[in-house]
């Protein structure tokens, strides 16, 4: 057990509607980041914030948003779903930017 | 861009064999993460190293920083040591994933 949660664990939905996937990170930990995982692209990474302040950005589409609270949880949003965003979606956090990440066990989502 | 590059994709092996998967990776990368994923999704950190080596059980993994190079041994190879690996590149901001080796251990 990595310490870092994720909810919900599986999550099926229509093409066109929105969702929310929510992320806590280790105890201690300021950093969170978002991936995702599609068959067919590998591991992917979203976006990172850090102690409530958006840090980095990678190939997160403009569908896609996250925020960092201020008790650290993370909540990544996804709208306008299409089939192609069905993947696995981790989150992962660290002590520092320069830390060890620790993943989540994932949210798996399905878009028919 | 900064680029990570994993061999081979798949491997083979009878339980007790030592296993070796390399890793090499471009300018720019600070440090290596090695990550397990189980078939069941789950990605468990295993290492990060920016020198040097480091050792877990039957788990060992090295680093070359001239040679831009790191490989992760698996001693006493065991059917539970069956997953996907994957080295990733560490940015100050962000990992490069690999594509991943698959692991297949047989008794």
């Known amino acids: 057990d990595s310490g870092v949660t994720q909810t919900p664990k599986h999550l099926i939905t229509a093409t066109g509607q929105r969702v929310t996937l929510r992320c806590s990170p280790r105890?201690?930990?300021?950093?969170v980041y978002w991936y995702q995982q599609s068959l067919d692209q590998g591991l992917q990474f979203l976006i990172q914030y850090y102690n409530g302040e958006e840090r980095a950005k990678g190939n997160i589409l403009e569908r896609f948003s996250a925020q960092q609270f201020p008790d650290l949880h993370s909540e990544l949003n996804l709208s306008s779903l299409e089939l192609g965003d069905s993947a696995l979606y981790f989150c992962?956090?660290?002590?520092?930017?320069?830390?060890?990440?620790?993943f989540g066990p994932g949210t798996r989502l399905t878009v028919l | 861009k900064n680029e990570v590059e994993q061999s081979p994709q798949n491997l083979t092996a009878q339980e007790g064999e030592f296993i070796t998967i390399n890793c090499s990776y471009s300018v720019g990368i600070s440090a290596l993460h090695w990550l397990q994923q189980h078939p069941g999704g789950g990605i468990v950190s295993l290492f990060m190293l920016s020198s040097g080596k480091k050792k877990h059980g039957r788990l060992i993994a090295t680093i070359n920083i001239q040679e831009k190079h790191s490989s992760l041994h698996i001693t006493a190879s065991h059917p539970r040591d069956s997953a996907v690996y994957i080295c990733?590149?560490?940015?100050?901001?962000?990992?490069?994933f690999g594509t991943g080796t698959r692991l297949q251990v047989f008794p």
């Open positions: 990733a590149g560490k940015e100050p901001d962000k990992l490069i």
């Open positions: 992962a956090s660290s002590s520092g930017v320069l830390q060890e990440q620790f």
């Open positions: 105890s201690g930990d300021l950093s």
